[in-house]
Nanobody
Framework: QVQLVESGGGLVQAGGSLRLSCLVSGSIISFNTMAWYRQAPGKQRELVAAITRGGLTNYADSVKGRFSISRDNARNTVYLQMNSLKPEDTAVYYC??????????WGKGTLVTVSS
């Protein structure tokens, strides 16, 4: 059974930093595309950052230069380093695992609140 557990969210002032973690069990992250999504109140869930099996990364325009996705294969954990946070980054952040074939998996999310 594949499970994703996010952690690291919290309350931070604008300009601050947070690092989110996504611990995966039941699958090997390096075999999959891993991504972070977020959903703000009243808005649709959107892609924030992704890393492919080959290590290629892509980011939403709104976070380029501020956020960085990485993975630790030994810990089977994916990270999202978030710097220069803005109030508009406030959202629930979700981790997603997409295998080469078959269904994707989501974590339950972690709340990030950025105060102005």
């Amino acid at each position: 059974q594949v499970q994703l557990v996010e952690s690291g969210g919290g309350l931070v002032q604008a300009g601050g930093s947070l690092r989110l973690s996504c611990l995966v069990s039941g699958s090997i992250i390096s075999f999959n595309t891993m991504a972070w999504y977020r959903q703000a109140p009243g808005k649709q869930r959107e892609l924030v950052a992704a890393i492919t099996r080959g290590g290629l990364t892509n980011y939403a325009d709104s976070v380029k230069g501020r956020f960085s996705i990485s993975r630790d294969n030994a810990r089977n954990t994916v990270y999202l380093q978030m710097n220069s946070l803005k109030p508009e980054d406030t959202a629930v952040y979700y981790c997603k695992l997409t295998p080469p074939a078959g269904m994707s998996y989501w974590g339950k999310g972690t709340l990030v609140t950025v105060s102005s």
